[in-house]
Nanobody
């Protein structure tokens, strides 16, 4: 069975950086997409970044472009989200997701069948 285990969350001041990790087991992304989503209290879960196999590359929501970078360690089957220049509005529970089809919209929540439990990111002003 697919398991996604997230780590790397924490509390930082505005302008700081964090790197989130998502270790996957029982899963291969050879023809699929993986992504990061976040959900703040009272707000819907939104797609933040995604990485797809097959040369589709990466995709980011506008609010994090130029600040966040999603990457994949294929050997260790780990998905990363490097977050730089963090802002208070980035505060949220961050979830990794896997298994979106190659043809899917990879920032759409419904595209992903597999989810981690989330890791909290808090950015103070």
């Amino acid at each position: 069975q697919v398991q996604l285990v997230e780590s790397g969350g924490g509390s930082v001041q505005a302008g700081g950086s964090l790197r989130l990790s998502c270790a996957a087991s029982g899963y291969t992304h050879s023809r699929n997409c993986e992504g990061w989503f976040r959900q703040a209290p009272g707000k819907p879960r939104e797609g933040v970044a995604a990485l797809c196999a097959g040369g589709r590359g990466t995709l980011y929501t506008d609010s994090v472009k130029g600040r966040f970078t999603v990457s994949q360690d294929n050997v260790n089957n780990t998905l990363y989200l490097q977050m730089n220049s963090l802002k208070p509005e980035d505060t949220a529970m961050y979830y990794c997701a896997a298994g979106a089809a190659w043809y899917s919209a990879p920032l759409q929540r419904s595209a992903y069948p597999y989810w981690g439990q989330g890791t909290q990111v808090t950015v103070s002003s």
